[in-house]
């Protein structure tokens, strides 16, 4: 809920942001904004909105007792995303399509990671991020940075990479440690909840802060592109 409200924090802020720029531009009457000085006032709620948001910490959260892969592989994280969606399918059919499911089947993907990371149409070099949209996003994502963690075999597949995030004082460096994974479960009469969660782990309290900023920033976006590549692994399982 912290995490939520840390997000909701730096886009109300930033729209706040844009309304105030505009009360300085030239006075809004129909929201109030008579005069300039009232747009600079919205001007700074709006930067110390965002801060906030951008400012709040990421706790910890530590899992007990592991029930999963994932929990095995980063039982503590302090940034995470959740989403699921049900498939009548068999596991083994579910899991056959995560892994072959391509960047061309999930609908909006090229928009939302060209916004995330702007480049030029067919340039740049093979990620998760820039995929060919006829390969297995998986497996450019294994074969661009990511590594398997580890399958619980009919049910649950996981994968994580490490984010440097520059250096401490001490020249250490500092990293965002993320697991990844997709995991099935059966709800009977052939149906599956299919759900895939990410967690981040910072190294250090200057490795949160700046990943913080990037997350929250990415966040809605990145929501929607697992929630798109779940319908398609969806839309691929059930048509097999």
């Known amino acids: 809920m912290l995490e939520l409200a840390a997000v909701v924090l730096v886009y109300a802020g930033g729209l706040t942001v844009l309304v105030g720029l505009a009360g300085l531009a030239k006075p809004v009457r129909f929201i109030g904004l008579r005069r300039r000085r009232a747009g600079a006032l919205v001007l700074g709620a709006g930067l110390a909105c965002a801060f906030l948001g951008f400012a709040l910490p990421a706790p910890l959260v530590r899992v007990e007792v592991p029930h999963t892969r994932l929990d095995a592989v980063m039982p503590a994280y302090h940034f995470h995303e959740v989403h699921t969606v049900r498939v009548h399918a068999p596991p083994a059919r579910i899991l056959a399509a995560v892994r072959a499911v391509t960047a061309g089947e999930i609908r909006l993907f090229r928009t939302l990671t060209w916004i995330r990371s702007p480049r030029l149409a067919g340039s740049g070099r093979e990620s998760i991020l820039n995929a060919p949209e006829d390969q297995p996003i998986l497996a450019v994502a294994l074969r661009s940075g990511f590594v398997a963690l580890g399958d619980e075999p009919g049910r649950e597949v996981v994968f994580g990479t490490a984010l440097r995030l520059g250096s401490g004082p001490s020249g250490s460096p500092r990293y965002a440690r993320t697991a990844m994974n997709f995991l099935v479960d059966e709800e009977g009469e052939g149906w599956c909840r299919l759900g895939t969660e990410t967690r981040v782990f910072g190294t250090d309290d200057g490795a949160r802060r700046r990943f913080a900023v990037y997350w929250?920033?990415?966040?809605?976006?990145?929501?929607?592109?697992?929630r798109m590549w779940l319908q398609a692994v969806q839309r691929r399982a059930e048509a097999s």
Do not use: M
């Open 216 to 226: 929250r920033l990415i966040y809605p976006g990145s929501a929607l592109i697992r």
